[in-house]
Each structure stands twice: as structure tokens, then as C-alpha cells.
């Protein structure tokens, strides 16, 4: 169903922002025995309006029933889906100093459809070593490991100044995408997926909004 959408309507970073939110709250609604849910529900749990709910639904398809609301099961693996959480995304990260190895210790990401295959360095008292039995190999093999391990996503977890040189790396590899966490924009070519993660442009935003307040 995705794929067709794709090609009749771009969908708003907004919306795919928020559907790790609803599948989450519908998660935690199947874990609590709900079986049905409505969209008036949904926005007393995350505070979002229900038309801003419904528009995001009807944006993949209509997953309701008229007068009995959403089957939570039902409208959990569906959005599971559109995000691709069946696909178990095979993850590599590089750079595994303090939040690197956050990154690897989250177990939970795996709940979430992605498998963290390897980690990688340039550090020779790191490599070899492993996180949560993740083994960390040397950088200047990334190309050979990262076929073999059958990577997707690429981290950068990596000082800014050598943020650039993995990228490219990551391309000349054939990764399908990058999440960035380095406060530089890398270049790729104009037909691959980045997510740039930068830490202090969120923590700015956040401290605007605090002074904001406090006058």
C-alpha cells in the first residue's frame, strides 16, 4: 500500500514523525487487553487533535469502521507496516565513543524493527572488543563487513571533522541510508535517504523555548 501512496502524494515529514507515536500508544493499548480505539481516544493519550489523527490515517488508506472506531490490533501491525518494522533493518555504527555505544546498548531498538549488526572504529584498543556481544571491527574494512553483514543503515557517531569521510564510505558501501548524528551536512547523491540527528540544534531549540518562558 505504501508504495502507491508514495506515488500519488508526498507524505509530510510531520505525519511520519507521528506514526511511531500512534504505534506505540497502540502497543501499549493492546498490552492493556483494549481491543477497540477511536481517534477522540488516541488524542487524549498523546495530546495530538483528532483531525490531525484522522488526516494522518486516510493519508494510508481508511482503517476504520464508521461508528466502531479502529480495531488496535489490527490498526497496530498496519502502521508497523507502512513503517516497515517487519523489514528488520540490519544497523552499523560508526564511532563508538560515549554516544556510539548509548546507541549500541539500546535494546530496545529491535522492538522496533532494526537489528544492530556491527559497530566500527578506528580506535585499535576498541576494535575487537564488543557491546551486548555486538563486535567492533576497524573502519578501513567497513566496505568487505559491511557486504557481508548485510548492512542498511549506516550511524555516524563520529567527531564532524571525519563525519564527510564516512559518508562516503557509507555511499561507496551501498548502504540505503544514513541517520547522522554529527553536526555537519554531509553530501550524498541527490537519490539517498539522510536523517540528520543533531543534538545541539535540539537542545537550542529547546533552551529558546525555556527563556521564552521565563520572561
Given at each position: 500500500?505504501?508504495?502507491?501512496v ?8 510531520a505525519?511520519i514523525?507521528?506514526?511511531p507515536?500512534?504505534?506505540k500508544?497502540?502497543q ?18 498523546l495530546g495530538?487533535?483528532?483531525e490531525?489523527i ?22 497496530m ?10 523489514n ?32 566500527f ?8 572488543e ?28 563520529v ?10 564510505v557509507?555511499v561507496e558501501?551501498?548502504v540505503?541510508?544514513i ?9 550524498v547523491?541527490?537519490?539517498f535517504?539522510?536523517?540528520?540527528e543533531n ?13 521564552q518562558?521565563a520572561?
Amino acid at each position: 500500500m505504501l508504495s502507491s501512496v508514495k506515488e500519488q502524494i508526498k507524505i509530510p515529514r510531520a505525519t511520519i514523525e507521528r506514526l511511531p507515536l500512534y504505534y506505540k500508544t497502540l502497543q501499549n493499548l493492546d498490552n492493556e487487553d483494549v481491543v477497540t480505539t477511536s481517534t477522540l481516544e488516541l488524542s487524549k493519550i498523546l495530546g495530538i487533535t483528532p483531525e490531525t489523527i484522522r488526516k494522518d490515517l486516510n493519508l494510508f488508506g481508511h482503517f476504520g469502521i464508521k461508528g466502531a472506531g479502529y480495531d488496535v490490533i489490527n490498526l497496530m501491525l498496519k502502521i508497523g507496516n507502512i513503517l516497515g518494522l517487519q523489514n528488520y533493518w540490519r544497523i552499523a555504527i560508526i564511532g563508538v565513543g560515549n554516544l556510539g555505544a548509548a546507541l549500541a546498548k539500546f535494546e530496545k531498538i529491535t522492538d522496533w524493527g532494526f537489528v544492530i549488526a556491527a559497530l566500527f572504529d578506528i580506535d585499535e584498543n576498541k576494535i575487537g572488543e564488543d557491546i551486548n556481544g555486538v563486535r567492533i571491527y576497524d573502519f578501513k574494512k567497513f566496505v568487505p563487513i559491511s557486504g557481508r553483514k548485510l548492512i542498511d543503515i549506516g550511524v555516524i557517531a563520529v567527531p564532524d571533522d571525519a563525519a564527510q569521510n564516512v559518508a562516503d564510505v557509507l555511499v561507496e558501501a551501498g548502504v540505503k541510508g544514513i541517520w547522522n548524528f554529527s553536526a555537519v551536512q554531509i553530501e550524498v547523491p541527490n537519490d539517498f535517504t539522510v536523517i540528520n540527528e543533531n543534538l545541539m540544534v535540539g537542545l537550542s531549540a529547546l533552551s529558546f523555548y525555556l527563556n521564552q518562558n521565563a520572561k
